[in-house]
């Protein structure tokens, strides 16, 4: 993944306007040190911060065509590049081999419907000067896994800013909204447009079909095998939950798998990253002995990844929380609780030379798996919920993952949103996935990865190989990643904001903050450094707080421990 900034129909001189934009640009820098590229062309101006993940020999952005009527500029990875490459009707000359570049002369073929052609997780922006009057597109991917921003000035209603964060826009835009996933925006009517449209999308449309437990299983392996395509060292998130602990077991199979057979030219997927780096290297943070980092060794060992353990102090976190809070771009309390040990995480990470990881966000999402889902009133609204919190995805932990990683450069691919697999999990009926006193939650997938359930339907091959983990492992109970790091991490952070927020700047909260008023004193502390460091009105609208249905009778608090079916709940 990279950074992008582009700005369409500038209002003024946009060659004046170049050192401006390379200074913006430079802002998000930190998600593409590699290398950086701008191109000025009929009043528009596209930049480009590199991180070299695929194509690294030749794939520096914008990317063009032949004759530079199309000019682009990428976030992101296409795992189907291979067979869009293969579909495209009309020879192309590809300059780069970057797995981006299909996305140019896919759209010069058949114009925005490449969107929804697209496999993989991405943002971009794309100046089409065919035509006398030239035409600006950009697009996200389905769920929202990168990061994009979209910037008006309301004096000059015609110029269009992107970004892939607020802080290259909070100083030149009055008006800054996050661009929603699974649209595309075209300058030839000024409206966005949705390109993904699965069936499972309306929360009102309750799922009907039974789980298959092989075809839900084998869904997930492609959705990990395709997110093998690299050609940098890479490794895996590991904190020893079920979520992490299963796509690290599957990486490590098909990377197994690959690096054991030849090369198939017929094969869609890019499958370089096995050959290049057969030996999976995974990597887990906590305080010390928290309880990740016990069971993500026990894991690590059973897989015998190349295991880095990360610890960090109290002390630390603290300090690091107004970085994460600028890196983030949200004042959300647990947003700001999970992504300070993650960011952290990715730090020691870079310094290893890995520079591709994958993670497990998505699953509580898509499989109700967070504690509070144990009190859904029924059938069908745990299953509108989970459709709900999947839309919001993009607000919450799709957040974290891409930013608390590409702060440093880092990339994190996420397989559970995989949209071939979701199409999969999101219609699989509601009964499958219900959780109670007597079924542990996510019940559903680990029943498809326990070799000791007999309706899972594996093969014989399958079962040669074992299990995919250790039994405690696959069924361990739920724990959020800000509690696994170490319970005393969220106790104290609520210490810290006790004793910076007074009882009476807290009974001023609503006059200090008349919008989105923060209720406790952590949150108020958090949005007083969200505003140190972004104090424009205009960059409040992006921000969602994550907060459980208090109306199933829920805790306000999203800590997992918060719900009182945790067996150390407070």
Same mark, same amino acid.
């Given at each position: 993944?990279?950074?992008?900034?582009?700005?369409?129909?500038?209002?003024?001189?946009v060659?004046?306007?170049?050192?401006?934009?390379?200074?913006?640009?430079?802002?998000?820098?930190?998600?593409?040190p590699?290398?950086?590229?701008?191109?000025?062309?009929?009043?528009?101006?596209?930049?480009?911060?590199?991180?070299a993940?695929?194509?690294?020999?030749t794939?520096?952005?914008?990317?063009?065509?032949?004759?530079?009527?199309?000019?682009?500029?990428?976030?992101?990875?296409?795992?189907?590049?291979?067979?869009?490459?293969?579909?495209?009707?009309?020879p192309a000359?590809?300059?780069?081999?970057?797995?981006c570049?299909?996305?140019?002369?896919?759209?010069?073929?058949?114009?925005?419907?490449?969107?929804?052609?697209?496999?993989?997780m991405?943002?971009?922006?794309?100046?089409?000067?065919?035509?006398?009057?030239?035409?600006?597109?950009?697009?996200r991917?389905?769920?929202?896994?990168?990061?994009?921003?979209?910037?008006r000035?309301?004096?000059?209603?015609?110029?269009?800013?992107?970004?892939?964060?607020?802080?290259?826009?909070?100083?030149?835009?009055?008006?800054?909204?996050?661009?929603?996933?699974?649209?595309?925006?075209?300058?030839?009517?000024g409206?966005?447009?949705?390109?993904f449209?699965?069936?499972?999308?309306?929360?009102?449309?309750?799922?009907?079909?039974?789980?298959?437990?092989?075809?839900?299983?084998?869904?997930l392996?492609?959705?990990?095998?395709?997110?093998?395509?690299?050609?940098?060292?890479?490794?895996?998130?590991?904190?020893?939950?079920l979520?992490?602990?299963?796509?690290?077991?599957?990486?490590?199979?098909?990377?197994?798998?690959?690096?054991?057979?030849?090369?198939s030219?017929?094969e869609?997927?890019?499958?370089?990253?096995?050959?290049?780096?057969?030996?999976?290297?995974?990597?887990? =943070?906590?305080?010390?002995?928290?309880?990740?980092?016990?069971?993500?060794?026990?894991?690590?060992?059973?897989?015998?990844?190349?295991?880095?353990?990360?610890?960090?102090?109290?002390?630390?976190?603290?300090?690091?929380?107004?970085?994460?809070?600028?890196?983030?771009?949200?004042?959300? =309390?647990?947003?700001?609780?999970?992504?300070?040990?993650?960011?952290?995480?990715?730090?020691?990470?870079?310094?290893?030379?890995?520079?591709m990881?994958?993670?497990g966000?998505?699953?509580?999402?898509?499989?109700?798996?967070?504690?509070?889902f144990?009190?859904?009133?029924?059938?069908?609204?745990?299953?509108?919920?989970?459709?709900?919190?999947?839309?919001?995805?993009?607000?919450?932990?799709?957040?974290?993952a891409?930013k608390?990683?590409?702060?440093?450069?880092?990339?994190?691919?996420?397989?559970?949103?995989?949209?071939?697999?979701?199409? =999969?999990?999101?219609?699989?009926?509601?009964?499958?996935?219900?959780?109670?006193?007597?079924?542990?939650?996510?019940?559903?997938?680990?029943?498809?990865?326990?070799?000791?359930?007999?309706?899972?339907?594996?093969?014989?091959?399958?079962?040669?190989?074992?299990?995919?983990?250790?039994?405690?492992?696959?069924?361990?109970?739920?724990?959020?990643?800000?509690d696994?790091?170490?319970?005393?991490?969220?106790d104290?952070l609520?210490d810290?904001a006790?004793s910076?927020?007074?009882?009476?700047?807290?009974?001023?909260?609503?006059?200090r903050?008349?919008?989105?008023?923060?209720?406790?004193?952590?949150?108020?502390?958090?949005?007083?450094?969200?505003?140190?460091?972004?104090?424009?009105?205009?960059?409040?609208?992006?921000?969602?707080?994550?907060?459980?249905?208090?109306?199933?009778?829920?805790?306000?608090?999203?800590?997992?421990?918060?719900q009182?079916?945790?067996?150390?709940?407070?």
């Amino acid at each position: 993944m990279c950074g992008i900034f582009a700005v369409y129909n500038y209002y003024g001189d946009v060659g004046e306007f170049r050192q401006r934009a390379l200074e913006l640009s430079k802002r998000i820098r930190h998600r593409g040190p590699d290398w950086s590229g701008c191109i000025i062309a009929d009043n528009s101006i596209v930049c480009h911060e590199r991180l070299a993940i695929v194509g690294i020999d030749t794939g520096a952005q914008p990317l063009t065509n032949e004759d530079e009527t199309l000019i682009l500029t990428v976030n992101g990875e296409i795992y189907n590049h291979k067979k869009l490459e293969g579909e495209l009707k009309q020879p192309a000359k590809f300059k780069t081999h970057s797995d981006c570049e299909v996305i140019l002369h896919t759209y010069n073929e058949i114009g925005t419907d490449v969107c929804a052609k697209l496999d993989g997780m991405f943002s971009w922006a794309l100046l089409d000067r065919r035509s006398e009057k030239s035409r600006f597109v950009a697009a996200r991917d389905p769920i929202g896994i990168t990061t994009l921003y979209i910037g008006r000035v309301s004096a000059h209603p015609e110029t269009v800013f992107i970004s892939s964060e607020l802080k290259s826009l909070n100083e030149e835009c009055d008006q800054i909204d996050e661009f929603p996933p699974g649209h595309y925006f075209d300058s030839a009517d000024g409206q966005f447009h949705r390109y993904f449209k699965p069936d499972w999308w309306a929360p009102e449309r309750i799922a009907v079909n039974p789980v298959d437990y092989r075809q839900l299983r084998e869904s997930l392996t492609a959705a990990v095998r395709k997110r093998l395509m690299t050609e940098v060292p890479y490794g895996v998130l590991l904190s020893g939950g079920l979520d992490s602990s299963l796509i690290s077991s599957i990486a490590v199979r098909e990377a197994h798998r690959i690096s054991a057979n030849a090369q198939s030219d017929g094969e869609d997927i890019d499958t370089r990253g096995a050959r290049y780096y057969p030996r999976m290297h995974s990597f887990s =943070v906590g305080l010390p002995g928290a309880p990740d980092l016990i069971a993500a060794r026990k894991v690590a060992k059973f897989l015998k990844t190349a295991h880095h353990e990360f610890t960090y102090t109290i002390q630390e976190g603290l300090d690091a929380v107004s970085d994460v809070i600028y890196h983030l771009e949200t004042y959300d =309390v647990t947003t700001i609780r999970a992504s300070t040990p993650m960011y952290l995480m990715s730090r020691k990470i870079k310094s290893t030379g890995v520079k591709m990881v994958l993670s497990g966000e998505g699953s509580d999402e898509v499989f109700g798996g967070y504690l509070y889902f144990h009190y859904a009133p029924n059938a069908d609204d745990f299953h509108s919920e989970t459709v709900k919190r999947v839309h919001n995805l993009h607000t919450s932990d799709c957040l974290r993952a891409n930013k608390s990683t590409m702060a440093w450069g880092l990339e994190a691919r996420v397989p559970f949103l995989d949209k071939e697999f979701l199409q =999969v999990a999101m219609n699989i009926r509601p009964q499958d996935k219900l959780c109670s006193k007597d079924l542990m939650e996510k019940a559903i997938i680990r029943r498809a990865f326990d070799v000791e359930f007999a309706d899972a339907g594996f093969t014989a091959e399958e079962l040669a190989q074992g299990p995919y983990l250790p039994h405690d492992v696959l069924w361990r109970p739920q724990e959020q990643f800000s509690d696994g790091v170490g319970y005393s991490w969220i106790d104290s952070l609520k210490d810290w904001a006790n004793s910076r927020v007074s009882d009476e700047a807290m009974a001023g909260a609503k006059e200090r903050f008349p919008y989105d008023t923060p209720e406790t004193k952590e949150a108020y502390f958090y949005r007083e450094m969200f505003e140190q460091h972004f104090p424009q009105k205009a960059c409040l609208s992006s921000v969602v707080r994550w907060v459980p249905r208090t109306d199933w009778g829920c805790s306000a608090d999203p800590s997992g421990r918060a719900q009182k079916i945790h067996e150390k709940a407070y």
